[in-house]
C-alpha cells in the first residue's frame, strides 16, 4: 500500500510517518507538508533516507499541485493531519485556518474521489465538540456529542468534519474521523503548552498560564494516538467517527508545576497572563467506543509520558533551539540540496 500523509512534517503527522514505517514495512509512505511555520522537514531527520519514504512540499489547498500528485503516485490510503492548529493564532486571523482546514480538505476529498482511493482518514479534534463543565466530572464527549466550536479553529475543524460526512454519504468515499484530545510528546512546536512550558524552564524564562490555569485538558501520548489511527485503517468502519481520549485529565497549573518539579526549577517562574477569548473550561473524551469496537486503550500514563517527553526535549535541544531562532526554516533548502546530490550519485 501507498498511504499519503499530509502534514507529515507537523508534530502528530511526523510521530504517525515514523510509526508507519517502522512498524509496516509492507507500506510506503508519501509526505506531504507546506512547510510552513509549524512543519519542519528536520522532524523527518530519521527517516529521509528510507527507500519506502518520500517528500513533497506543497499546500492541500492547491487544487493543481495536488491533483498532479494523486495523478502520479498512484496512491492507496489518504491520512489527513494538516491544519492550521493554534487556537491563538486562529483568534488573530481566522481566514487562514479556513483556507487550509476546510479547503483543503475539500481538495483532498475531490482528488480521492477522482482517483479512486481506498481510504480517506480525516484526524480532527476533541474540540469541535466545545467544552464541558469544571464541576461535573463524569460529563464526556462521546461520538454522538453534539459540535459546539468555541474557537475559529475548532470550527474549521468541525466543518472539514462535517464536509468528509457529507461527501461519504453523498459520493460514497470510504471515509473515517478520529477527533483526539490534546497529543503531548516529541516533535511537538515549542508553542504549545507542554513543549512551551519544558523549554521556557530550561532556559530559566518567564512561564506564562493563562487565566488561573483551572482549564481542564485530556492528555493522549502521540505514540498512543498513532496506534490508534493505524487501527481505524486496518479495521475501521466507513463513515464511523472515533474517539481518541487518553484518560489523563489535569488542569494546566498541575501540568506546569509537575514539568518544574521534574526539572528541579522554582515555581516563582509561573506568570499569570489575560485568559484566552473564549478559552474552553475542559475536554474529556470517553473512549469506549474505540476500545470495543478496535481493542484499542492508551497504555502511556501521564506520568510516564512526561517524563518521556522532558527527556526527549532535554536530549534534542537543538532540534528546538533551531525553531526559537528560525533557522529550521532553511532546513527544506538544505534538504533539496541533500536530494539533489544523492539523485546525481545514484
Known amino acids: ?67 498532479q500528485v494523486f495523478e502520479k503516485e498512484s496512491l492507496d490510503i489518504v491520512v489527513n493531519f494538516a491544519a492550521e492548529s493554534h487556537v491563538d493564532r486562529s483568534i488573530e486571523n481566522p481566514q487562514i485556518f479556513l483556507q487550509t482546514n476546510v479547503m483543503g480538505t475539500q481538495v483532498l476529498l475531490d482528488a480521492c474521489r477522482n482517483y479512486g482511493i481506498k481510504r480517506y482518514h480525516q484526524v480532527s479534534t476533541d474540540e469541535v465538540y466545545g467544552d464541558l463543565p469544571l464541576d461535573n466530572p463524569n460529563l464526556f464527549f462521546t461520538e454522538t456529542s453534539s459540535l459546539h466550536a468555541s474557537s475559529p479553529y475548532a470550527a474549521s475543524k468541525a466543518a472539514a468534519d462535517l464536509l468528509c460526512g457529507a461527501y461519504q454519504r453523498t459520493y460514497g468515499l470510504p471515509i473515517t474521523i478520529s477527533r483526539c484530545s490534546n497529543n503531548y510528546g516529541p516533535y511537538q512546536f515549542p508553542e504549545k503548552l507542554i513543549p512551551l512550558m519544558i523549554t521556557n524552564a530550561v532556559a530559566e524564562k518567564e512561564l506564562p498560564v493563562y487565566g488561573n490555569g483551572e482549564n481542564i485538558r485530556d492528555w493522549l501520548y502521540v505514540e498512543d494516538h498513532c496506534i490508534a489511527i493505524d487501527l481505524i485503517l486496518q479495521n475501521g468502519e466507513i463513515g464511523q467517527v472515533y474517539n481518541i481520549g487518553g484518560h489523563n485529565e489535569m488542569r494546566n497549573i498541575d501540568i506546569v508545576k509537575i514539568i518544574l518539579s521534574i526539572l528541579g526549577k522554582p515555581e516563582t517562574l509561573i506568570t499569570y497572563v489575560k485568559d484566552r477569548k473564549g478559552h474552553d473550561l475542559r475536554y474529556a473524551i470517553d473512549p469506549t467506543f474505540i476500545h470495543d469496537q478496535l481493542g484499542w486503550l492508551p497504555t502511556t500514563k501521564f506520568e510516564q509520558g512526561i517524563q518521556k517527553t522532558i527527556s526527549w526535549y532535554l536530549n534534542n535541544s537543538k532540534w528546538w533551539k533551531n525553531i526559537l531562532d528560525g533557522s529550521y526554516q532553511k532546513s527544506y533548502e538544505t534538504y533539496m540540496s541533500y536530494m539533489k546530490k544523492t539523485v546525481r550519485k545514484a
Open 1 to 67: 500500500m501507498k498511504i499519503l500523509v499530509t502534514g507529515g512534517a507537523g508534530f502528530i503527522g511526523g510521530n504517525f510517518v515514523q510509526h508507519m514505517l517502522h512498524n509496516h514495512p509492507e507500506h510506503s509512505i508519501l509526505c506531504i507538508d507546506a512547510l510552513t511555520y509549524a512543519g519542519n522537514i528536520e522532524t523527518l531527520a530519521t527517516v529521509i533516507d528510507n527507500t519506502r519514504f518520500k517528500f513533497i512540499k506543497a499546500d492541500i489547498s492547491d487544487r493543481e499541485l495536488i491533483y
